[in-house]
């Protein structure tokens, strides 16, 4: 048999049950693997226990199969990989790129509040070393951030670092991507009470799930600049990339799983099919 030249995934959070957007992303990247002759993996992305439940993922999975997808089996599961993770956090640690933030989520927003109108707002920066040792010695918790400005240095600077958009960015990118260091930030890659991020989760995964084709939605556009920059450091392969439009609810707004926007599992109990529903989303 030939190696699969296409591999993508679908990656659902198990913090809610799945809405329409999720079914549009799922489908997407379930017919594209078809089509391709490719491989369709699904990945369960819990590593934030406080807000998981494994409820969730059971009901998620029948929602998916419920849609019609099948998928490969075993499915990954976050929580049972966070060695992986601690030691994809050790490299980037190891090679300078990496440094902890003192500064609460409340003072970083409070700046960002003080800023002048059009300043551009203080972001959270390396703290000086009589910082850091005054922040360690006090006890106080802290996150370790990516420094993007370190990661340049580390790289040599950021040429050569792009990706390619098959799908869409959210002001109509499409084809090579250079990396642009002001869409990601100084993101959190770990936290005292969550020793891993969404980021480094899944650079480290789709890595060691072979991932050749990321297919989701346009709202992770951004997040996907942080993850090539991730992958260079790290020395992984960077996939494909294709971001497909969000939905959008009868009022123009995307739907979310705050807005208590009607779930899969709502549709279904109203009696609308599955054909109906995938028709519905164009498939
Ligand atoms: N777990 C993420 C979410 O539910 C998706 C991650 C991804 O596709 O990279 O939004």
Redesign the pocket.
């Known amino acids: 048999m030939l190696p699969a030249l296409f591999v993508t995934?679908?990656?659902?959070?198990p913090?809610g049950r799945l809405h329409r957007g999720?079914a549009l992303?799922a489908l997407t990247a379930w017919q594209a693997a078809r089509r391709a002759g490719g491989r369709f993996l699904l990945?369960i992305?819990d590593i934030d226990a406080q807000r998981c439940r494994p409820a969730f993922e059971t009901a998620m999975l029948e929602d998916l199969a419920w849609l019609g997808l099948d998928w490969e089996t075993p499915v990954r599961r976050q929580s049972e990989h966070l060695d992986d993770y601690a030691l994809a956090l050790d490299r980037l640690r190891r090679r300078g790129v990496l440094y902890r933030c003192f500064r609460t989520r409340r003072e970083i927003l409070e700046d960002i509040g003080r800023a002048p109108h059009g300043a551009a707002p203080v972001l959270p920066s390396r703290p000086s070393p009589e910082e850091e040792a005054l922040g360690l010695a006090e006890g106080r918790p802290f996150a370790w951030r990516l420094s993007v400005q370190d990661a340049g240095l580390a790289l040599g600077g950021f040429e050569g670092l792009a990706f390619l958009e098959t799908g869409s960015g959210p002001d109509g990118e499409w084809g090579l991507q250079t990396f642009r260091p002001s869409l990601g930030g100084d993101v959190i890659l770990a936290r005292k009470d969550l020793g891993v991020s969404?980021h480094l989760a899944?650079v480290v995964d789709?890595a060691a799930q072979g991932v050749t084709h990321?297919i989701?939605?346009q709202?992770?556009f951004a997040?996907t600049h942080t993850?090539r920059l991730l992958q260079a450091v790290l020395n992984l392969p960077t996939p494909v990339y294709g971001h497909h439009p969000l939905l959008l609810r009868a009022d123009g707004k995307r739907f979310a799983k705050r807005d208590s926007a009607e779930t899969l599992d709502d549709i279904r109990r109203r009696g609308v099919t599955a054909a109906a529903l995938r028709a519905e989303l164009g498939f």
């Open positions: 995934r679908f990656a659902p959070s913090t999720h992303s990945r992305e969404y899944v789709d990321v989701r939605g709202d992770l997040a993850q």
